[in-house]
């Protein structure tokens, strides 16, 4: 997904952040009219990217990226605003998807669920309002799968049951939807209050940016990500309700996503819808190969038994039975792509298995693991000695931020991705540039 590079000045995240907001007027109490949004000017990928990269370890990768510190930035395909920019604005915002575009990101995803009048809604997940939202807090909260119920403390003031609460979008109508703010994921466990349950950000990410978060339809998502000239990376949710719903089957909700497009006027060649359910994807390929040549099958096999990304063997269906099917771009989380040999990081079997097949390669999501002094966790699993190799007793290799970037340039130059999902484009958006992918 070749881009050029651009020549001009260089602005501070600030003042990005400061002027993403110039489009939006607001009334006395806080609701906002929506007005035509302007595609960035310039890409603004701020401070970020500078602290990763003085933070990596002494070396030729280190040395080539300080040699872009003074360049300008173009968008990039290679860079995808997961959920937006969520590493510190409310997912599947507007303000979210405007920061993602500031940084670069030359696609932007919109999650897709629906709610109970059947109508197409940017989510994460059906089922994650209260969370992601303030329902809780409002009297909507009364119509929630679980309404909030507050933690439970022993005699003693150990907590016995923490606060809970299930709404998803299939509990409300589109309109009722729409007088939500969202807010960033998380909730408090110790919470006695729908008030107090609304906390829990982690320490790594932030509130400054959840003042307002103004949700957003699928439609609405398609005509803001047209008005930045950014693609659209549309992933359709599985449903945490039975299907059909109400006369709504499985292949009417992934017909209905693609069709939002058509009558949208978007070109196919924008559109990368996605799923985890490899026969959305295939239905894509069939009924509208137009959208289906871009279409993504989204690889959460990892957790069946017997799956193993040392294995080709154990990749059922294979990944010659996917790419049979018609799908072309396979994307599966970064672990499952990496390996380790004597302590330098490689292309998984998994990944050449992948390529062999001839599919291309989408991957997720970076910088969603907080700071990696630890090794980062769960995303960094086949490189930081979590989840090694049957024998194997090689130390894991992610100690400091930085190492973001070692495993970045492993998974562009190496196991040749042709783009990465982040919470935080702006890193990505520096990498491709400075690389020119």
Not at 85 to 107: K, N, V
Not at 180 to 192: E, I
């Amino acid at each position: 997904m070749p881009y050029a590079l651009r020549t001009s000045a260089l602005a501070t995240v600030l003042v990005a952040l400061l002027t993403m907001t110039t489009a939006c007027s607001h009334s006395a109490n806080g609701d906002q009219s929506i007005k035509e949004v302007q595609p960035p000017g310039q890409v603004q990928v701020g401070v970020r990217p500078y602290f990763l990269v003085d933070d990596m370890d002494e070396g030729a990768l280190k040395q080539t990226l300080q040699s872009c510190s003074e360049n300008t930035f173009a968008k990039s395909d290679f860079s995808i605003g997961h959920r937006g920019a969520p590493l510190q604005f409310p997912e599947h915002t507007r303000e979210s998807y405007i920061a993602a575009a500031r940084m670069g990101a030359g696609i932007v995803e919109c999650d897709v669920t629906f709610t109970r009048d059947k109508e197409l809604v940017c989510r994460h997940s059906q089922c994650d309002l209260h969370t992601t939202t303030n329902i809780v807090a409002t009297e909507l909260g009364q119509q929630c799968r679980q309404p909030f119920a507050p933690a439970v403390y022993n005699a003693d003031g150990t907590l016995a049951s923490p606060a809970s609460a299930q709404c998803c979008t299939s509990d409300i109508t589109l309109a009722q939807f729409k007088t939500l703010k969202g807010k960033m994921d998380a909730s408090d466990p110790a919470a006695t209050t729908p008030e107090q349950y609304l906390g829990g950000t982690a320490n790594w990410r932030t509130d400054l940016y959840a003042s307002r978060g103004t949700l957003m339809t699928h439609r609405e998502s398609i005509a803001l990500f047209n008005s930045l000239n950014v693609k659209m990376a549309p992933e359709l949710k599985a449903p945490g309700v039975p299907m059909p719903f109400e006369g709504m089957t499985q292949q009417d909700y992934a017909r209905k996503l693609i069709r939002e497009y058509e009558e949208a006027g978007i070109a196919p060649e924008n559109v990368f819808p996605q799923s985890f359910i490899l026969s959305d994807v295939v239905l894509w390929v069939q009924e509208t190969p137009e959208f289906g040549q871009q279409a993504v099958f989204l690889d959460g096999r990892f957790p069946s038994p017997g799956f193993d990304i040392r294995d080709p063997a154990s990749l059922q269906p294979s990944m010659q039975d996917i790419a049979g099917q018609g799908v072309q771009i396979l994307a599966p989380p970064f672990w499952m792509l990496l390996d380790l040999d004597n302590g330098t990081i490689v292309p998984s079997a998994y990944a050449r298995a992948a390529r062999d097949a001839g599919l291309d390669i989408i991957t997720w999501t970076l910088e969603r693991s907080g700071p990696l002094a630890s090794g980062g966790g769960y995303d960094y699993q086949t490189v930081n000695g979590i989840n090694q190799a049957v024998g194997s007793t090689e130390p894991g290799v992610i100690n400091n931020d930085g190492d973001m970037l070692t495993v970045l340039d492993v998974l562009a130059r190496e196991v040749g991705v042709i783009a990465i999902f982040s919470d935080w484009p702006g890193t990505v958006t520096y990498y491709a540039n400075c690389m020119k992918l």
